[in-house]
Structure formats: C-alpha cells, structure tokens
Nanobody, 122 residues
C-alpha cells in the first residue's frame, strides 16, 4: 500500500512562498496520480492540483492556477507543491493524496497523508 508523508508547512508572511513535500513509499507509484488538497477551518476540502506520476501531466484548480505548481522527483519519490504569492486565505491544512487519475479527479482518492499546516500572516 502507498504511504504518504507531507512536510514543509509553517508560518509565512503574505506575499511569500512555501514548498510542501509529499514523500511516497510502500509500493511503486507508476500508474498513480498524486494530488494536493487543502482544508481550512469551517470550510470544505478543496482540490488544488494533481500530477500523473508516470507522464507528469498536471491539472490545476482555477482558483490557484498560476500561483501553485505541482511537480515530481522520481529519484526522491516525492511530489512537491510550490506555493507563491501566498495570501491569508491560503491558510489551511494541506494534504497530498494518491490513487488512479480518474479516482483522484473524482475527489475521493483512497490514500492520504496526515497533512501539514500552512499559516499565512497578513
């Protein structure tokens, strides 16, 4: 089974950047897609973006397109979320999740990390 561990969260000032890491282990990731979601207090979980592990294709939510970028380093078994021009509204717990592309895009991937807190101060 796939295990996912996020890291890189923390406190950042508005306008700053942060990179989150999602390290995958447990089985080969070929054939999987890895997505980033976030959930702010009192709000529903929100899809950010996804990357296909095998061919690197990406897809982003319109809300973060142009500010957030997903990439993969196969050698390190890691998917990254680069976040730029951060706003206080980006404050949330950020999760990575993995499954087949179609399942991820349905919003219900089966494998999730524990999440990492990102707080953006004004």
């Amino acid at each position: 089974q796939v295990q996912l561990v996020e890291s890189g969260g923390g406190l950042v000032q508005a306008g700053g950047s942060l990179r989150l890491d999602c390290v995958a282990s447990g089985r080969t990731m070929w054939g999987y897609a890895v997505a980033w979601f976030r959930q702010a207090p009192g709000k529903e979980r929100e899809f950010i973006g996804v990357i296909d592990w095998s061919d690197g294709r990406t897809y982003y939510s319109d809300s973060q397109k142009g500010r957030f970028f997903v990439s993969v380093d196969h050698a390190k078994n890691t998917v990254y979320l680069q976040m730029n021009s951060l706003k206080p509204g980006d404050t949330a717990i950020y999760y990575c999740a993995a499954d087949a592309w179609a399942t991820v895009m349905s919003g219900y991937p089966k494998r999730w990390g524990q999440g990492t807190q990102v707080t953006v101060s004004s």
